[in-house]
């Protein structure tokens, strides 16, 4: 793994701990009690915390990006953990995925309901 993806690997540790021991007075453990409902919510506040960041300007706007980009992975990552989806089992869905455009691979999925339609 390169070096520059360990904090990842680490962070991915702790959430596997926090979802099996679910520590008292953790905010980890708060979410993961939560739920999907409760994980999805602030997964969907720190994506859109991060649209906003990135269309600021300058290099103030950039770090304010990169900042709330951590935020999402994060809280990603906790639903992963919370779900028991590793991070190379991800990493093996975007190898698989490599080399095909992304327009292809959305046309191979199966359909969905008719809510979701409109979001295509």
């Known amino acids: 793994m390169p070096e520059s993806l360990l904090p990842l690997d680490r962070l991915m540790a ?3 701990t926090r979802a099996a021991e679910r520590p008292e007075g953790s905010y980890t453990t708060k979410l993961m009690n939560g739920g999907a409902e409760a994980i999805g919510r602030k997964i969907r506040e720190e994506a859109e915390e991060l649209i906003e960041a990135a269309d600021e300007p300058d290099e103030a706007g950039r ?3 990169i900042y709330e980009a951590g935020d999402l992975i994060y809280h990603a990552m906790v639903m992963m953990a919370w779900r028991g989806i590793e991070l190379d089992e991800v990493a093996a869905e975007l190898a ?3 080399g095909t455009s992304g327009l292809v691979e959305k046309a191979s999925r199966p359909a969905k309901k008719d809510s979701d339609a409109a979001d295509s």
């Open 63 to 65: 770090q304010h990006a």
């Open 96 to 98: 698989r995925r490599e």
């Open 14 to 16: 702790t959430l596997r």
